[in-house]
């Protein structure tokens, strides 16, 4: 039975679609309306602009651009977006949202693992990647790539967005009762405050004692749009335990690590971790945070998925230790499940994972 207040699942994000609630410069891809949630495409060109910014409750973001566009790249064929610069980028599909939907983005998986930080931006913002209920106009992607030069083009997918009605958040109370029933986390005693349940960092590692990556400088490009292209050893060094169960992140360094729990995210529901918890230390945990409903479902594929951590220190070295909380799920109610869970034909790249780099490396 579909409830008042959720996410909405796969069919009503289509049907946005069909009422005109959402358009699209170009006909839908395959795969791009997901379990929970809808890619964005890129446009066809980028801006270079001179430092990020928001465009405030009186401004369009094209009034910000006429003053701050250094120069403009054409993303028609494909062109490449430099490290430590920020581009804007206005996307393909546009809004227009009746008065009790909102919405909200963050970069998809592979983005966040190639550390390039997206942010989806609106006119009138006054909040990244939140689009409040009513909104109705076109949607911009910020853009700066931290650790690797990368190769877009128009259609690249970067970013998701998922669409809500009402509050939908489970309660602390409510997080227990489900984790009693589906467990969420492989864990038997989990924490759960702050309105989510605690996620642990893994520094034992695997049985030849990885326990991560971190990422090279001075690389070459990373296409975003070509899976399995490029040598891990080229981008990444692995990082062993050799007998110690702890990790110093130095800072301005980009890592991949992995959770220490198994996640699962049932069918009626979806999860998104707190990309920042300043509770549990003085660094950023996963970019990209949205879990879509069957993540870790046994049926559709995943059981023991772990969740692949991005991890960024702030202004000083900080010392992680095994078994250390680096972040929280909250967890959300679906309107009504999806038609397709995670990993079942969707072309789901990190269903049933453990440490695993993003889809563009092969070893």
């Known amino acids: ?207 030849e004692g990885l326990i991560g990556y971190r990422g090279k400088h001075h690389t070459a490009v990373v296409d975003v749009d070509k899976k399995a292209q490029h040598d891990i050893f080229d981008f990444w060094e692995p990082l062993y335990s050799r007998g110690r169960t702890e990790l110093i992140l130095d800072p301005d360094e980009f890592y991949i690590l992995v959770s220490r729990e198994a996640v699962h995210v049932p069918p009626h529901f979806a999860a998104e971790m707190t990309p920042y918890d300043p509770l549990v230390g003085e660094f950023r945990v996963h970019y990209a945070g949205f879990f879509d409903p069957g993540f870790g479902h046994a049926p559709a594929g995943g059981r023991g998925s772990r969740a692949v951590l991005e991890v960024r220190s702030h202004e000083v070295p900080f010392i992680l230790e095994d078994g250390q909380i680096v972040g929280r799920l909250v967890y959300e109610h679906m309107l009504e499940p999806p038609s397709s869970l995670y990993g079942t034909g969707l072309g789901s790249n990190y269903q049933a994972q453990g440490l695993k780099l993003s889809k563009h490396f092969r070893l």
């Open 1 to 207: 039975m579909a409830r008042d207040t959720g996410i909405l699942a796969d069919r009503a994000i289509a049907a946005l679609f069909e009422t005109g609630r959402l358009t699209t410069d170009k006909e839908l891809d395959r795969d791009q309306i997901q379990p929970a949630s809808l890619d964005l495409r890129l446009g066809a060109k980028a801006f270079r602009v001179r430092a990020s910014f928001m465009p405030g409750p009186s401004h369009l973001v094209s009034d910000k651009l006429d003053r701050l566009s250094l120069h403009v790249i054409d993303l028609t064929e494909s062109a490449v977006l430099e490290t430590g610069c920020v581009y804007i980028v206005p996307l393909m599909e546009h809004l227009d949202l009746p008065a009790g939907m909102s919405a909200s983005a963050n970069p998809k998986s592979s983005t966040g693992r190639l550390d390039i930080f997206t942010r989806v931006i609106t006119d009138y913002a006054q909040e990244f990647d939140k689009i409040p209920a009513g909104y109705s106009g076109p949607l911009y992607l910020e853009i700066s790539p931290r650790t690797f030069p990368i190769v877009v083009r128009r259609g690249s997918r970067l970013s998701q967005i998922r669409f809500r009605v009402g509050h939908s958040v489970l309660s602390e109370p409510q997080l227990l009762e489900l984790h009693v029933a589906e467990t969420l986390v492989a864990s038997s005693r989990p924490n759960v405050t702050g309105g989510g349940i605690a996620l642990s960092i893994d520094l034992k590692g695997d049985e």
